[in-house]
């Protein structure tokens, strides 16, 4: 398989859905010069599924790029591929959800405005990151435009699966499915190295503590922060010696989760709120400004409760984060403990992982692994954080 050249080379490890992604770009220009093509070779509706951190929205934007190059390859250096992965492109469509939904009334005002004639492109691109976030009423909104789609626009969901509970079964009916897998560790050091310019010793590191999440192992690689909180997480287990310790170790891991977060939305709130009030004429001197400094404020106030609807959503995304490293841990001591020679999710650790596998028996580890997915489970459902994770705790000290 060759090597990924121009926008292709920002899917770290997924080389497979390059080579298909790459196919389908090729036959849509050939359909945009007047030439025939196989039915199957370019289609409307694309659904890409992975795992967290497996690179579903940059091979959305990687895909959407070559869609809109002007040598219909993804070059990465004419006008079209810089715009759509700068995300200024104005025929591509980003639907990121702020809260922990997709609404009905957004995803019309979306469809209504992809049945538009691209502009400045060749094709109207909608890549809706999050698709298993769509409410019922938003999915039969975007059912209908999926079902009898304009000549010249590709829908691009992207979804952990395509489970029903995920992605609805007649919109996954509707979409070609390009898999992604979990990025192995030496394609995510590489790219480490060569675009970040992580050091190779602390990028190789990185990549093996990741659990295949490349952006995580970018934050673990440059913010000594973040690898402060995750060894806090994984102090957790071995730390719940006196009751008293169940609600310490629910504050520090709920406190973690808010802190990852915080970093990730500080700076981009602050540029939001900059740059709408410049836009609205709300830093203006001299007379007359008044009433545009009213409208606003009060458009400050309605983005700053969108803001908040997100920080609600990127906390938990990023307690998620930490409960999943939890997980690693139970699953590392029952590797050990059945010497089984698998690689440890946790390398660095392997000392209070072996001292576990010697205390516990497997089936209390077994318990406490449980207890982790069931937390998540629950998180999911709308449980409050802290609510699930005190039980969770509990369970992890009882065993």
């Given at each position: ?385 802290r609510i699930a994770v005190e039980a969770m705790v509990t369970t992890l000290r009882q065993g």
């Amino acid at each position: 398989m060759t090597a990924p050249i121009g926008v292709w080379t920002e899917l770290v490890g997924q080389e497979p859905a390059a080579e298909t992604l790459s196919a389908a770009a090729a036959a849509a220009a050939k359909i945009v010069a007047g030439e025939a093509v196989a039915p199957a070779a370019m289609t409307h509706a694309w659904l890409l599924t992975g795992p967290p951190g497996s690179g579903r929205s940059v091979a959305a934007r990687t895909f959407a790029a070559a869609l809109q190059c002007s040598t219909g390859t993804g070059c990465g250096a004419c006008p079209g591929c810089r715009t759509t992965m700068a995300g200024t492109h104005a025929d591509v469509r980003l639907v990121v959800p702020e809260g922990l939904s997709i609404s009905v009334a957004e995803m019309r005002a979306l469809v209504q405005a992809a049945a538009r004639r691209p502009t400045t492109g060749e094709w109207q691109v909608v890549i809706i990151e999050d698709a298993d976030r769509l409410t019922e009423g938003a999915s039969n909104a975007l059912l209908k435009a999926v079902e009898e789609p304009p000549e010249r626009t590709v829908f691009l969901l992207c979804a952990p699966s395509d489970h029903p509970e995920d992605v609805s079964v007649t919109i996954r009916s509707r979409c070609r499915l390009v898999p992604l897998r979990t990025p192995p560790a030496e394609a995510i050091a590489r790219i480490l190295v060569s675009r970040d310019g992580v050091d190779p010793e602390r990028a190789q590191w990185a990549a093996a503590v990741c659990n295949g999440h490349v952006g995580r192992a970018r934050r673990l690689a440059t913010d000594a922060a973040a690898r402060q909180r995750r060894d806090t997480v994984l102090r957790i287990p071995l730390g719940l010696r006196r009751p008293g310790d169940v609600f310490t170790s629910a504050d520090q891991l709920i406190s973690a989760a808010e802190a990852d977060a915080g970093e990730e939305s500080k700076s981009r709130d602050e540029s939001e709120r900059t740059e709408l009030r410049t836009a609205m004429g709300g830093d203006g001197t001299g007379k007359g400004v008044a009433g545009a400094k009213r409208a606003a404020d009060a458009a400050v106030k309605q983005l700053e409760k969108r803001q908040k609807s997100r920080a609600t959503r990127t906390q938990r995304d990023t307690l998620d984060l930490a409960l999943v490293d939890l997980a690693g841990f139970y699953r590392d001591v029952l590797v050990t403990r059945s010497r089984s020679g698998a690689t440890l999710t946790h390398p660095d650790h392997s000392d209070a992982i072996a001292s576990a596998a010697t205390a516990w028996t497997a089936e209390s580890t077994l318990r406490r692994l449980e207890a982790v997915l069931e937390c998540r489970e629950a998180i999911g459902l709308n449980v409050k954080p802290r609510i699930a994770v005190e039980a969770m705790v509990t369970t992890l000290r009882q065993g």
